[in-house]
């Protein structure tokens, strides 16, 4: 219905908010952007922006078509790049996503194998928190996920890899004792904040002087002096030289990493790295 220019004149509109810099910025005149956006919007039967002395305003439906049109142009150019790949002998590319802790637990000897096993195949490797990378997948901004369950979005996949005993750690600073548990942001990780609320009450009736999002985060405000944090047994501490340090204090919790896909994904390359995750 529409063309790569076609989407390519709407996004640049939206994040212009003006015609005359939207078209400089596409290298067309402003007249033919104008004439381009009035027979789009002819064809969807809607109105994508409001003119006015201000400039151009996107609507509700101008919002929605613009968030599809970056999927599009994207989806274009990685098939564009896909053809040019294969032309001179390179592979596909595969985006991969990854907690911190899945990074440290796991994702290095799978992609050491991938890279034996898939000599010509490149990755994008991207990190963020579980709640994130969930959220990517299912909306194919990445393809596989390595996070900590449970999964919550529809028409995903999961393969659970492995699970480690929770523990409490305080770096052999001068941290103050009894200083409650530094605490992670909610809607970054409700799972394992619930739980931890389920396994220790008093994390819920005394009020944490720092909250982060991420664990490397967390091991930051703990060196800082802001408390313990909780964390996979033996993970990793990046400032071991210039301290003494952790203390690990067991707890009745286990945190499990899993990998994730679209369901309905059964592209070679994901299916590579997923036969990896199997035998690993």
């Not at 033919?32 to 039967?45: D, F, P, S, V, Y």
């Not at 609320?197 to 405000?221: P, Q, Y």
Request: contains cysteine.
């Amino acid at each position: 219905m529409f063309s790569i220019t076609d989407y390519r004149c709407v996004v640049a509109l939206h994040e212009e908010r003006n015609f005359a810099r939207a078209a400089a910025t596409l290298g067309i005149s402003q007249p033919a952007l104008t004439g381009r956006l009035r027979r789009i919007e002819e064809q969807l039967g809607v109105k994508l922006f409001e003119r006015g002395r201000q400039g151009a305003n996107p609507t509700p439906a101008g919002n929605s078509f613009t968030e599809a049109s970056r999927k599009i142009i994207e989806m274009a150019e990685q098939a564009a790049a896909a053809a040019r790949d294969a032309d001179r002998g390179l592979g596909q590319h595969l985006r991969i996503g990854m907690t911190q802790i899945a990074a440290v637990q796991i994702a290095v000897p799978v992609l050491q194998t991938f890279r034996r096993e898939n000599p010509y195949a490149r990755i994008r490797l991207l990190e963020g928190t579980s709640a994130m990378l969930e959220t990517q997948v299912e909306q194919n901004l990445i393809d596989v996920a390595f996070l900590h369950p449970p999964i919550h979005q529809a028409g995903l996949s999961e393969l659970h890899l492995m699970s480690q005993q929770a523990v409490k750690c305080s770096p052999n600073t001068s941290l103050e004792d009894g200083l409650p548990a530094i605490r992670y942001i909610r809607k970054d990780a409700p799972v394992l904040v619930a739980e931890i609320d389920r396994k220790d009450r008093e994390a819920i009736d005394r009020h944490a002087l720092a909250e982060v999002n991420t664990l490397l985060g967390a091991v930051v405000a703990s060196h800082a002096g802001y408390g313990p944090f909780i964390a996979p047994k033996g993970f990793p501490n990046p400032f071991a030289r210039t301290d003494k340090g952790m203390d690990e204090e067991p707890l009745d919790l286990e945190l499990g990493t899993s990998v994730i896909w679209r369901s309905l994904d059964r592209r070679p390359m994901v299916r590579a790295l997923l036969d990896i995750c199997r035998r690993s």
